[in-house]
Structures are given as structure tokens and as C-alpha cells.
């Protein structure tokens, strides 16, 4: 099975900084994305980590330990627009094919 | 073309209706899936179509019935449906390493 933790709420400042963690426990692992998801909205892809290390695309970083099984999401420079639920999805390999399972998914207030 | 469209976006049906969901994608992508989001919920696989066939199926009642009528198409066939059936229904795709592309949903209200 798979079992996938990320916290529930979050709340930042606009202009900061915030982390998003997410831990994760699978057999057949093969790979680590985030997505960004508004409000009555389909996901929207943000970044993806199968090799540890950072990954960097713009305001978003991502980061991997296959090993301590943890990833975390990093949001640089908070804006409004920012504000939705930040989903950690894990890919996993068998049967012939993939299959990405999310996390809970954590929402993300920013303020003001 | 970089998308995965669904269509309708808004359904309404009653327990005793028959309807289709339908998904397409240009991407020359070989996986496609399909999900259900409950409000405040992360979305939750139901079906994995690699190459046309039917890989994965997680254990959904048979009112739901998936379709694959080629490497663009998917369909989900709806019969008999319950009110808790009522979610987002969403599709994706992907290939090889690349990250899912998912449609915009099917927003289903069973009455």
C-alpha cells in the first residue's frame, strides 16, 4: 500500500516564504510531483522530482530524499493568487503501468 | 495541442439515467486514467487505460464502466448511479516519465 502525509492547513504572508512537506511511504516508487489545485478546478502540474535534490522552476522549488522518503515544496516571493490546496503525488510502477496516488493535499492561505 | 478535454463539464442526471463521460487528448499519450474528487478531497484513482487496455481497476462498483475506444478516447459509462456518486470526475494522461495532464472535469450531481 501507500501512504502519503502532508499537512492539512497552511498559513503565510504575501511577499514570504513558505514550505510545504510531504512524507511518503510506496513500494515501486518513480517519482515525486506537486500539483496546484483552486477551487473547483482539475490540477494544475507544478514540478516533478525523481532524483534527490532541488529542482527549481521560477517562484517554486521542489525537493527530494528517496532515501528518508520526504519531499518538500517551496514557494518564494507569496502571492494572492497562491492561495489553493497543494497536492503531493506519488508515482509507483507495476502491473505493466503507472499509477500516481495524492496525498490529502494541504490548503494554503496567504494573507495579506 | 497540449490538453485533455472533457466533456460536459456540468452533468446532472437521476439515479435511473444512462449517461457518458468523455475525454480526449491529442498528445499521443499511451496512458490515460480516470479520478474522482469529493469536495475538500484529494482526487482518487478509479480506472488505468495504458495502450488501449484496461490495467488498473481500483475495486469501483460496476455502475461506473470504462471505455477506450482508441489511443484518444476515453469514455466512462454511467448507469444507476447513487447521490454519493456525486463528485468531479476528472481525466489525465501521461507518458513515459512526463507528468499528467489533466482535463478540466466533469462536475456529475446525482439526484
Known amino acids: 500500500g501507500q501512504n502519503i502525509d502532508q499537512p492539512t492547513e497552511m498559513t503565510a504572508t504575501e511577499g514570504a516564504i513558505v514550505q510545504i512537506n510531504c512524507t511518503y511511504q510506496t513500494s515501486g516508487f518513480n517519482g515525486l510531483f506537486w500539483y496546484q489545485q483552486h477551487a473547483g478546478e482539475a490540477p494544475t502540474f507544478l514540478s516533478y522530482?525523481?532524483?534527490?535534490g532541488l529542482e527549481e522552476k521560477g517562484r517554486f522549488s521542489s525537493f527530494l530524499s528517496r532515501s528518508k522518503g520526504y519531499s518538500y515544496l517551496l514557494l518564494k516571493e507569496l502571492q494572492m493568487k497562491d492561495s489553493a490546496s497543494y497536492l503531493c503525488?506519488?508515482?509507483?510502477?507495476?502491473?505493466?503501468?503507472?499509477?500516481?496516488?495524492f496525498g490529502k493535499g494541504t490548503k494554503l492561505s496567504v494573507i495579506p | 495541442d497540449t490538453e485533455v478535454t472533457q466533456t460536459p463539464k456540468h452533468l446532472v442526471m437521476g439515479m435511473t439515467n444512462k449517461k457518458s463521460l468523455k475525454c480526449e487528448q491529442h498528445?499521443?499519450?499511451?496512458?490515460m486514467y480516470w479520478y474522482k474528487q469529493k469536495a475538500k478531497k484529494p482526487p482518487e484513482l478509479m480506472f488505468v487505460y495504458s495502450y488501449e487496455k484496461l490495467s488498473i481497476n481500483e475495486s469501483v462498483p460496476s455502475r461506473f464502466s470504462p471505455e477506450c475506444p482508441n489511443s484518444s478516447l476515453l469514455n466512462l459509462h454511467l448507469h444507476a448511479l447513487q447521490p454519493e456518486d456525486s463528485a468531479l470526475y476528472l481525466c489525465?494522461?501521461?507518458?513515459?516519465?512526463?507528468?499528467?495532464?489533466f482535463g478540466s472535469g466533469t462536475r456529475l450531481t446525482v439526484v
Open positions: 489525465a494522461s501521461s507518458e513515459g516519465a512526463r507528468g499528467y495532464t
Open positions: 503525488a506519488v508515482r509507483s510502477s507495476g502491473a505493466g503501468s503507472y499509477q500516481l496516488t
Open positions: 498528445m499521443g499519450h499511451r496512458a
Open positions: 522530482n525523481v532524483l534527490d
